[in-house]
């Protein structure tokens, strides 16, 4: 029996994989979540402030005027957007922190990524159904609370899944090809929320129907 004694560390414990020579379609359909990192925050990032503040329409974010100081509906959703980011940098290390000390039977990092990516995914499809068809604090509201619970739980859902990557593959050959393929299926997402996503807004002004629900704009359309 060895008298060193193994470091108890969560860096040390057991993986929530053995590592393993895997096939290249268990790679890619590893790799290929990635396309919702760079999915999610592109589309967020590209077509928030043409939702909340189009040209052609009354914006759905008040002005706010205190004094000489007036914040245009484009300057508070700058704000709310930092809020967002704040919110972000503090949930990374937190649960970046709880992830590494969670113990269960489907291991450390599962348990919070099928929990958190549908909470991610209903948050980010509901900043698009702000309560007011017209300007009130009652959307900025909205937009501020749905955007930092997005981001929270995008945060629960992407660290955990990055964090799988050294657990389930091998150091050198395999664990290059697979990040260089997680690399690639996030800019592929980020063209989709993009470039796609344009396209789609620009072809359904007035929104279409998916699944028996009709939705009303080309936003929704796109974001669904």
Request: net charge neutral; proline share 7%.
């Amino acid at each position: 029996m060895s008298d060193v004694e193994a470091d108890p560390s969560p860096a040390t414990q057991n993986r929530d994989a053995p590592a393993r020579s895997r096939s290249r379609v268990a790679e890619v359909l590893f790799a290929s979540g990635t396309i919702g990192n760079g999915l999610l925050p592109g589309f967020l990032v590209a077509w928030q402030l043409y939702y909340f503040v189009p040209s052609d329409k009354p914006a759905l974010i008040p002005t706010f005027t205190l004094g000489a100081w007036v914040l245009g509906p484009a300057t508070i959703i700058g704000l709310v957007n930092l809020i967002g980011q704040i919110v972000h940098s503090f949930a990374d290390w937190g649960i970046g922190y709880a992830s590494d000390r969670t113990r269960t039977r489907w291991g450390r990092r599962i348990p919070w990524i099928a929990v958190s990516a549908p909470i991610c995914t209903i948050a980010f499809m509901a900043i698009w159904w702000p309560p007011s068809a017209g300007a009130g604090w009652a959307n900025l509201a909205w937009l501020a609370a749905i955007r930092s619970i997005m981001w929270v739980a995008y945060t629960a859902a992407v660290g955990p899944y990055c964090s799988l990557l050294p657990e389930v593959t091998e150091p050198g050959s395999e664990r290059n090809r697979v990040a260089a393929f997680m690399a690639f299926f996030e800019v592929l997402g980020t063209i989709l929320s993009g470039f796609v996503a344009s396209k789609i807004i620009d072809a359904y002004p007035d929104g279409g129907t998916i699944a028996g629900v009709h939705l009303t704009d080309g936003y929704k359309y796109a974001a669904a």
